[in-house]
């Protein structure tokens, strides 16, 4: 401690860095557990005074029995309240459980404490996601996100990594991460191309050549803080940083890795590319992962260039979201008036289907054409009347001041004068004449264009009474239609009806048939018992002798006779039955008499063989 101390006094630079701080910390690598001890008792105060260091020595790498309170302490997950609501949560259904359940046995497979179907690691493993898509039900469960809880479960409970993979969603960028439409990927991806080009120009130039794409190698690095790409060893102590610094690790390791194989990546192809990065990398640094850490360091890393390249990527995609949302826009203004030119396609198709045949349109062209030359020709005589009155008014406004002027000049006699006064008078009244003529052509021109407007209405109101009158008609014969197709389907129901009560009575009379056939068989599986009985009797009394035991075989021949009779007559009549169903027409045929009295028959040879067993000349007669 006064070591490590003494050095973070004399030195700022980094223990990873410094030569002075790695010979001091060499000297306390056996004491590492009482110095971690040492640092979780007085956490606050490393956090507060001693932050540098405790930085350095987690580059270093944390104890592994350490791990689960340094993390817990590091993401500020050692009292949250979410930690009471879990076993709540368990108890709960959550959508995600199938998704959940298809991806656990794909998570560390080959670790001992996932390994199995019904594992303890797959049982707690899903109920720290099921949780948690409970908890965030904006995110839910992302495939990714089981990697990180898998390597929380393996250092802690279930409820401590609960809260810490809660504290990371919340406070380490994530949540975003892992959001359905996964934003902040693309932000990485894009701050992490600019630094491949920044700092690896030739090798971006041969990427984008292969059309390697970043996203193609790089996704799962920010997706699973390398946990599925490095060995677990290497990729716990990069988690270790992660809980520290963030993300800035993840850039860092990734440019190393990169810078680190460079030279062979330029030679490969895009297959090729991909081989190396699933085959070689990852265990290059599976001896020393300090050194893939120190190359990390070694990476230039600015946090204002990330800043703004983070402003600039969300004004790019802002920018493609506003295109987006007017495309969007467009394409539905483009469909709102497909929609509106196909309405209106049929509404002209409607009208033009209710339009008059050509003959008539033409017919009714023709009539307009006539009516519209001799309005023009009405009004063209109008006009020349109109004309000729004001030229005699002109006229006779010129001749009656000649009249005037020659008047107040030289003094007529009065006979001349009164013949003056006469033609003056006479004049008017043609003037008046003519114009009256002038007024009445005009209103025989209003009066004809009334006509001619009348005639139009009246042929459009007649058109329309035939259109309308064929359409009472034509649904006058669609009801007419209806009512005989629904008189056939009332038929066919009836008959329908009658066809299921006559089909269920004639399977009742078949089904009495049979109850009859049973009893029947039923009357003579009790008398072959009577006989079975009296067979016994006899045996036992010894009532048979050789004397009467032809008769008594006549007897039982006689009645087993009567009965494969009765047997024959009931199968026949059964053979012969048949009804008719709903849609089908069935045979009964009863099976089960025609196997009850092969078994009558097969007892009684029985029988009878084994009561004259021992006399040959009454069982030759019985055969």
């Not at 001349?416 to 021109?445: F, I, P």
């Amino acid at each position: 401690m006064r070591s490590m101390s003494g050095s973070r006094r004399n030195s700022g630079s980094s223990l990873v860095s410094s030569s002075s701080a790695s010979s001091n910390l060499s000297h306390l690598e056996e004491d590492t557990w009482i110095l971690w001890g040492r640092i979780v008792n007085e956490w606050e105060e490393w956090r507060r005074k001693k932050d540098k260091l405790l930085k350095e020595l987690i580059r270093k790498g944390i104890p592994h029995h350490f791990r689960a309170i340094v993390w817990q302490l590091l993401g500020n997950a050692t009292d949250m309240p979410v930690k009471n609501q879990y076993s709540e949560l368990l108890k709960m259904s959550s959508p995600c459980e199938k998704l959940i359940r298809r991806d656990i046995a794909r998570t560390y497979p080959e670790h001992e404490f996932f390994k199995g179907q019904d594992s303890l690691g797959q049982e707690v493993l899903f109920n720290v996601m099921k949780a948690y898509s409970l908890v965030d039900r904006e995110v839910g469960y992302c495939q990714g996100s089981a990697f990180i809880v898998g390597l929380l479960l393996m250092q802690m409970p279930e409820e401590e990594a609960f809260c810490v993979f809660v504290r990371l969603m919340q406070e380490y960028r994530l949540r975003e991460l892992f959001k359905p439409s996964m934003a902040e990927l693309g932000l990485c991806i894009y701050q992490f191309e600019y630094l491949l080009q920044e700092q690896l120009p030739e090798l971006n130039v041969h990427f984008r050549s292969q059309s390697f794409h970043t996203s193609m190698y790089a996704s799962s690095w920010f997706l699973t803080l390398f946990l599925t790409f490095l060995p677990l060893p290497v990729a716990t102590r990069i988690f270790d940083i992660f809980m520290y610094e963030g993300l800035e690790i993840i850039f860092r390791v990734g440019l190393a890795i990169l810078q680190y194989n460079q030279t062979d990546l330029i030679q490969l192809d895009m297959e090729g590319m991909s081989q190396h990065f699933q085959k070689v990398i990852p265990h290059q640094f599976d001896s020393c992962p300090d050194k893939l850490i120190l190359r990390a360091y070694q990476v230039k890393y600015n946090p204002k260039r990330m800043k703004k390249l983070e402003k600039e990527y969300t004004t790019i995609k802002n920018k493609e979201m506003e295109e987006q949302i007017e495309i969007k826009r467009l394409r539905t203004e483009n469909r709102l008036l497909k929609q509106r030119i196909e309405t209106l396609e049929k509404v002209r198709k409607q009208r033009s289907s209710c339009l008059p045949e050509e003959n008539n349109m033409a017919a009714l062209q023709e009539e307009v054409k006539q009516m519209k030359l001799r309005e023009l020709e009405t009004l063209r005589s109008f006009r020349e009347m109109q004309d000729s009155v004001t030229e005699l008014n002109t006229r006779w406004q010129v001749k009656h001041k000649f009249t005037q002027s020659c008047r107040r000049h030289w003094k007529e006699s009065p006979k001349k004068n009164a013949m003056n006064e006469l033609q003056d008078k006479l004049m008017t009244v043609r003037l008046r004449e003519a114009q009256a003529q002038a007024e009445l052509r005009e209103v025989k021109l209003r009066a004809l264009q009334q006509e001619s407007q009348n005639q139009i209405h009246s042929k459009l109101i007649g058109r329309h009474e035939q259109e309308r009158s064929a359409l009472q008609d034509r649904l006058q014969m669609v009801a007419n239609q209806n009512k005989a197709l629904q008189a056939q389907l009332n038929e066919m129901k009836r008959k329908q009806a009658e066809s299921d009560c006559k089909s269920k009575e004639e399977v009742m009379a078949v089904r009495l048939r049979e109850a009859d056939s049973m009893a029947v068989m039923a009357e003579l599986r009790q008398k072959i018992a009577e006989l079975e009985i009296q067979k016994e009797e006899g045996l036992i009394q010894g009532q048979l002798n050789h004397s009467d035991s032809r008769q008594y075989i006549n007897h039982l021949r006689d009645q087993i006779a009567e009965l494969r009779n009765e047997v024959g007559h009931t199968m026949i009549h059964n053979q012969s039955t048949q009804f008719t169903g709903r849609n089908n027409k069935y045979t009964v045929i009863p099976r089960y008499f025609a196997v009850r009295s092969s078994r009558i028959r097969c007892f009684a040879d029985f029988f009878f063989g084994a009561f004259f067993r021992g006399n040959s000349q009454i069982c030759g007669i019985f055969h």
